[in-house]
């Protein structure tokens, strides 16, 4: 490492104090069951034992957290599929090589399983030369041919890889093949998704069986994974975040922390760049309004924060540090030139790495080190600038929530610029505020059991889920029941009055598997987050009935109407259920009652239901899910800015389209059934005007095209 150069001594001479602190905050603690982690008699831990009492599909689909074990999910499925259900071949492909050594030869019968899981090394292209580019290196697709006409059963490649492949080969040349796709994320519908578009075509044929998996589902360009025709041939396992970290051994805790600062981020990185944790940190991107242009001295510029340098180890390639305080740091730089940059991540995947702690301390990257890395020691993962979706978010969360000995608190940190008030781009500024707003919402989704909404029945109909536990006084008819489900699949049970059911096989999997995928998809519905938390004269019905009801059509375009309305309740229901058990927790706190360990949504909820008057449908809906962000981010932004930004977005013209013009017009057709009159334009109440100006502007639009 070069001596401290000019931006070290800046990054050293820091201000004292942050401008702005953090937001918002979230802590969410786990029983640490150790479920997750034990094996059954075939050497299956929990998720993995999910999934194969699936392995009969022809379609599958996996989501499961990092760290889950969904590799060797893949393994045992992929052996049962060519041994016991007549499959030819597996093709294994992977985004990138690193990923490829997740599926190295395993003795599983060591472990009780029938057989192991064995790849010729000449098939697993991922340790090929230039595989990471296959168009230059045509060995590589040249061998997926070769494979398919040998007598070898099992071959990994990466994406890239596969596409080349498939382009020459045709759909054809797959049949009677396992082709499995991991980090299925990587494919979407969209016409220029090469791998999305070989595997719709390969769906089409219908003669592979394919297995998909990924950790983070949602895709962070909101474009749909699969067509809603091809996505209703998956059958689904799905096993939560909630799940995974509840029966972790030792983790029991994860907090998720957004702060925004001014000026440089090395002048406040060490407000949250605690060296004593061991920490992924991952710079801004060169293109990104973070970055200072110059990857090589920002990372120079934090080791100079960490400590001074001592040496680079000629073995590992790693530098050593020593802090203030005489410690010693051993500092993994993956930014470094490319010769470097072999040799430490060669030594990031020693085995070692991961069975000592003190391997190493400090890992600096830029685009590396996040889907697919293992490293269990990781404590803290910290990101400077958003990164480019809510899935990569999520990948890089994933690298700190692995259970290690010893470890018993991970936690994730998002340093963001502030936007500068005084400059006339400022509005390009916003999108790494709502992105990283998006993000904490729905982590907060994530980390959390999932939602069972029930329609409130009449008092005759009304009884008890089985295995729900709705507190003292257990389920009362026609009260406010509110129970959890505590085990494998750990669940709140809600009843809310006016709440539709499914009426349709589908609606019913949607309804049950999908409100996570469809609150991300809100999520990153960029002129809905901006309506919501700026425009103050915006009402939260635009966002909770008329937006939310255009993406939950687009998504599933072929459910009935009342499966579209039902789905589009429980999206609602599942944003506002953090809403109410924030205001719940807020009151127990004020009345001086102690929230419980691992208890606190349950309470918050159940307080929050006490408080009014019934749980229905209108209520949900006149909840605004974002002003919980919205009452923090105006605690800790700059009034100025938040000002300028409010002005900003509130003073976006925004014309009615189409489709919510339909849906406020269907809004307004119900309205007029109730009321006996159509909603009026000049109302006082906001939303029956806002149904009126739909009404005007569908008529608006039938004129136009009826031109």
């Known amino acids: 490492m070069a001596k401290t150069d000019e931006m070290g001594k800046n990054s050293i001479e820091r201000v004292q104090n942050m401008t702005q602190p953090k937001i918002p905050t979230k802590t969410v603690e786990f029983a640490q069951s150790g479920a997750s982690k034990k094996s059954d008699e075939l050497g299956m831990r929990e998720m993995q034992a999910r999934a194969y009492s699936k392995r009969g599909e022809q379609y599958l689909l996996i989501k499961s957290p990092p760290a889950s074990g969904k590799s060797r999910a893949l393994m045992f499925i992929a052996l049962d599929k060519l041994h016991q259900q007549g499959l030819k071949k597996a093709i294994i492909i992977v985004p990138e090589r690193s990923i490829g050594g997740s599926f190295g030869n395993t003795a599983l019968s060591d472990y009780g399983f029938m057989m192991d899981f064995e790849v010729e090394p000449k098939w697993n292209l991922c340790n090929a030369p230039g595989a990471d580019e296959p168009r230059a290196n045509k060995s590589t697709v040249k061998a997926v041919g070769e494979f398919l006409a040998s007598d070898d059963r099992i071959l990994i490649c990466t994406h890239a890889t596969f596409r080349f492949a498939f382009e020459d080969i045709g759909a054809a040349g797959f049949d009677e093949c396992l082709v499995a796709i991991d980090e299925f994320h990587h494919v979407s519908m969209s016409e220029d998704n090469v791998l999305g578009r070989h595997l719709a075509e390969l769906i089409v044929r219908d003669k592979v069986h394919v297995v998909a998996m990924t950790g983070s589902y949602f895709r962070g360009d909101a474009v749909p994974v699969l067509s809603p025709g091809d996505e209703e041939k998956f059958k689904t396992v799905t096993y939560t975040y909630y799940e995974q970290l509840n029966g972790y051994d030792y983790l029991k805790s994860l907090s998720l922390g957004y702060y925004f600062y001014s000026g440089l981020y090395l002048n406040d990185l060490s407000e949250v760049l605690d060296s004593n944790l061991k920490t992924i940190l991952h710079i801004p991107n060169v293109n990104a309004r973070e970055s200072t242009k110059d990857k090589i001295k920002e990372a120079e510029g934090i080791m100079a924060l960490l400590g001074t340098w001592k040496y680079k180890d000629p073995d590992t390639g790693f530098h050593v540090l020593e802090t203030e305080d005489g410690r010693t740091l051993r500092v993994a730089d993956l930014v470094e030139d490319e010769r470097d940059r072999e040799k430490v991540m060669a030594s990031l995947k020693d085995p070692r790495a991961n069975e000592e702690r003190d391997w190493v301390d400090i890992i600096i990257a830029l685009g590396m080190a996040k889907e697919g890395f293992d490293w269990i020691w990781c404590e803290h993962a910290l990101t400077v600038g958003y990164r480019s979706s809510l899935t990569e978010i999520i990948q890089i969360i994933g690298r700190s929530t692995r259970d290690a000995p010893g470890k018993t608190h991970a936690r994730f940190t998002n340093l963001i610029a502030e936007p500068d008030a005084s400059e006339g781009a400022v509005t390009d500024a916003i999108n790494d505020t709502l992105k990283a707003i998006a993000a904490s919402l729905l982590m907060e989704q994530v980390l959390i059991p999932n939602f069972k909404f029930t329609p409130k029945r009449p008092i005759e109909q009304s009884k008890p889920q089985e295995g729900f536990d709705y507190g003292e006084g257990g389920f009362q008819a026609g009260g406010k029941n509110i129970g959890v489900r505590e085990g494998d699949q750990a669940e709140f049970h809600i009843e809310i009055a006016g709440l539709k059911d499914p009426t349709t096989e589908e609606g019913k999997r949607v309804c049950e598997e999908d409100i996570k995928e469809l609150v991300a998809a809100v999520l990153q519905d960029k002129p809905t987050v901006e309506q919501a938390l700026f425009n103050l004269d915006a009402i939260p019905e635009e966002t909770t009935v008329v937006r939310t009801m255009n993406i939950v059509r687009k998504r599933y375009p072929n459910l009935p109407a009342e499966d579209q309305e039902a789905a589009r309740q429980r999206v609602v229901a599942a944003m506002n259920m953090m809403e109410a058990a924030s205001r719940g927790t807020a009151a127990l706190e004020a009345e ?51 000002r300028r930004l409010q002005t900003i977005i509130t003073g976006k013209k925004i014309s009615i389209p189409y489709e919510e013009a339909r849906s406020l017009a269907l809004r307004a057709r119900d309205f007029a059934k109730e009321r006996g009159r159509p909603p009026s334009i000049s109302a006082s109440d906001a939303w029956e005007r806002k149904m009126a100006e739909g009404v005007q502007a569908l008529k608006r639009h039938t004129a136009k095209n009826a031109k």
């Open 592 to 642: 001086g009652i102690e929230i419980k360990a691992n208890m606190q949504l349950l309470q918050g909820i159940r307080k929050f239901a006490t408080d009014v008057r019934d749980l229905d449908v209108d209520l949900i809906d006149s909840i605004n899910p974002f002003q919980s962000a919205y009452s923090i981010l105006s605690k800790t932004m700059n009034e100025s800015v938040l």
